[in-house]
């Protein structure tokens, strides 16, 4: 499947360049190390778990596919005029929440209402602040983008007390409705489907044989989730060794990956054979440290972001520079969906409950593209809303 990247079982990669230039490890503070693998090689032998290998290479395969229909809602209630929305978002530097953010504004023009769009800065304070503007902006409905509803919860009481519905984006763990907090519905992927398919495309990718680093923000709950259970996937095949597990709040991305990444590079050296983050913009920052060392673009290691797929992650792994795949969120349409939720909650109706299908997005299945979504949303949201 991606046998033009594979490492020959048993045969790692010497990085002399790395050696060389990288020469004393930085320990950073808040970083948690993984304790399986950190001292050894992968075991010898063809493949480090077969049985599971297997069935990793048939999950991949199949969210490879790219011939993938809408399979969302195709009737609901006509657009509800006269609204206003106010998306609050974790931090614009994040491109998820952009993403997601983009796609509510062109929904928005489409069914005929306004969208605000309020940074929180990605700090407790600046995020706090920013939900307390748009509570007091009294909008017909409030977006959550990205960050936990528990971190804000006074401003999302009042909200629902003056019965403002609000939609989380990647707020809470599952997609679909929320009692606490009380969220008209959460918009998102599955998380245990998209961590799942991305521990899988290593253990796929590297034949059951690998040194793996973890990259999350544990200062986010869905975040700190999703990795736990990459971690605890990775862990189902035993030639699978997790070297480190590193705490990076996407906020403070930009600064410290670079140096963590030479820190990384140092103490690894060829072991470390693979990559993944939560969020694909971890390796826009460590681009320039792999760059440094002069590791080859193409790999190894390999890196999968687990969510976002924003059009950078795409262009990496388009042009084999220090990506090699994505989970992508369908950015896009998850914003009409958002539309679409708000319109079922206007209108008295239930939230729709959909979740987009996982996907694998590579060089080899994108076709050049910097985004991935179901083909045929746009067309079945403005039939649903007579636009």
Not at 315 to 324: E, F, L, P, T, V
Not at 333 to 351: C, H, K, T, Y
Request: aromatic share 6%; charged share 20%.
């Amino acid at each position: 499947m991606h046998g033009n990247r594979k490492l020959v079982p048993g045969v790692f990669k010497v990085r002399p360049a790395a050696c060389a230039l990288l020469v004393t490890a930085t320990v950073l503070v808040g970083c948690e190390r993984g304790s399986s693998g950190g001292a050894g090689d992968p075991p010898t032998g063809p493949n480090g778990c077969p049985a599971v290998h297997s069935r990793a290479e048939a999950a991949v395969a199949r969210a490879e596919e790219t011939d993938v229909s809408w399979d969302g809602p195709t009737s609901g209630p006509a657009a509800v005029s006269d609204k206003t929305l106010v998306y609050v978002a974790q931090t614009m530097t994040n491109p998820g929440v952009a993403g997601a953010a983009k796609g509510v504004r062109e929904a928005a023009r489409v069914i005929g209402w306004n969208v605000r769009v309020i940074d929180g800065g990605g700090t407790p304070a600046g995020i706090q602040s920013a939900m307390s503007e748009a509570v007091s902006l009294k909008p017909s409905g409030i977006v959550i983008g990205g960050f936990d509803p528990d971190s804000t919860s006074r401003q999302v009481s009042q909200a629902n007390a003056q019965n403002i519905p609000i939609i989380g984006w990647h707020a809470v763990a599952a997609p679909g409705p929320s009692r606490r907090p009380e969220l008209f519905t959460n918009v998102t992927t599955r998380v245990e489907e998209v961590a799942g398919i991305s521990a899988q495309w290593i253990i796929s990718d590297s034949n059951g044989r690998a040194g793996v680093v973890l990259i999350t923000d544990a200062s986010i709950p869905f975040a700190r989730n999703k990795s736990e259970l990459i971690r605890k996937e990775l862990a189902t095949c035993p030639g699978v060794k997790l070297l480190a597990y590193e705490n990076i709040p996407i906020p403070d991305a930009s600064a410290r990956t670079p140096r963590e990444i030479s820190s990384l590079l140092s103490r690894f050296q060829s072991r470390w054979t693979h990559s993944v983050a939560i969020n694909d913009l971890y390796f826009a920052d460590a681009a320039p440290a792999f760059r440094a060392a002069g590791e080859n673009g193409s790999g190894p290691p390999f890196n999968i972001g687990a969510g976002d797929g924003d059009p950078s992650a795409f262009q990496r792994i388009n042009s084999r520079q220090y990506q090699a795949a994505t989970v992508p969120e369908p950015l896009s349409q998850q914003g009409w969906q958002i539309v679409d939720e708000f319109n079922r909650a206007f209108s008295g109706r239930p939230a729709s409950g959909y979740a987009a299908p996982v996907h694998i997005a590579t060089a080899d299945n994108s076709d050049g593209a910097t985004t991935w979504d179901p083909s045929g949303y746009r067309e079945a949201y403005r039939k649903i809303w007579g636009r």
